[in-house]
């Protein structure tokens, strides 16, 4: 039964961020097979480096679930086009769906790898951030993730409120349910009252004038 729900909550996080990557592909006029690529590595992308850093065979790789689902992302996305790539929303709600779902199914498997939770919580993370990182290197934009935005520090934030609960003694259900509803929550609320984290960059500029200054004196 657990085995039969990480795989539901995976091909569900699958289709989540399958879609918000088509979309984002679809917004910069990629063509289909360019859209189904990136789709594919934003959906997989994480999961593949949390596989390879568990040293686990590679979840895509064991069966062609995934590159399947990822293309009925694509028939979705290209069916209801006005609907997804036309609501300026789309992207953030999917993202945050699949970010929540992966950030969970990061940390069942390393639980079940034997890993103490602050590596679960660190595989949790890379499972919801990277493959959106290699999205974004590949649609040649700034990745998200190290923007000042808040992204990584929500699946931290949930993969801790997993870790909480489970010191409760809460159930899987209550575990699952809260890491996932803490980084979706998060991600709204980051947008919506327009929370972030403090940049680096007014110490570096000032740093790089002094430097500057120096070399002409």
């Known amino acids: 039964m657990d085995d039969l729900f990480l795989i539901i909550i995976e091909v569900v996080g699958t289709i989540a961020f399958a879609i918000s990557g088509i979309r984002l592909a679809a917004a910069r006029s990629f063509d289909w097979f360019g859209a189904y690529i990136i789709g594919l590595v934003t959906a997989i992308g994480g999961g593949t480096l949390r596989d390879v850093l568990l040293d686990i065979p590679v979840f895509w790789m064991q069966t062609p679930l995934y590159l399947l689902v990822t293309g009925i992302s694509l028939a979705i996305t290209i069916i209801f086009r006005r609907a997804l790539v036309g609501f300026n929303r789309s992207l953030f709600i999917f993202d945050a769906i699949g970010l929540a779902l992966f950030v969970v199914i990061g940390i069942q498997k390393s639980l079940m ?48 409120v997993y870790w909480i609960c489970w010191l409760l003694g809460c159930s899987d259900m209550i575990q699952q349910a809260g890491c996932a509803v803490t980084v979706v929550g998060l991600r709204m609320c980051a947008i919506h009252f327009k929370w972030s984290l403090p940049i680096l960059n007014y110490q570096y500029k000032k740093t790089e004038n002094i430097n500057e200054n120096n070399g002409t004196e």
């Open 113 to 160: 790898m034997g890993y103490p939770f602050w590596v679960a919580i660190s595989m949790g993370m890379i499972t919801g951030s990277f493959g959106g990182v290699i999205r974004d290197i590949l649609i040649n934009i700034e990745p998200l993730f190290f923007r000042k935005d808040i992204y990584a520090t929500a699946c931290i934030a949930g993969g801790l």
